[in-house]
């Protein structure tokens, strides 16, 4: 969701539910999904974009912790192409 933190421009609340359990984790943050949380808030329009890359403030409200990413957006747009490369990672 749009923060009302001056310091962030997204909040971001991670739950872990455990499928063999009753247990649901609030404490914790996830990695992967928190790569999602900018390009989701961009294509969502929850900010804008600006070229040639933007920089969403992210809080993590699990961790109380503010993560910066930065996105290459061409045209202030979104952008999933590019030449990084991990191996083993199609």
Do not use: H, W
Not at 7 to 27: G, K, R, W
Not at 71 to 81: N, R, W
């Amino acid at each position: 969701s749009k923060s009302a933190r001056a310091d962030a421009d997204i909040d971001y609340l991670f739950i872990q539910v455990n499928p063999e359990s009753d247990i649901v984790d609030y404490s914790s943050n996830c990695g992967n999904m928190l790569s999602a949380v900018g390009p989701f808030a961009l294509e969502m329009g929850l900010m804008p974009g600006r070229a040639p890359v933007t920089t969403v403030r992210i809080y993590n409200i699990n961790t109380d912790s503010l993560i910066e990413v930065i996105l290459q957006t061409p045209g202030g747009v979104i952008s999933y192409d590019g030449d990084a490369a991990i191996d083993g990672v199609p």
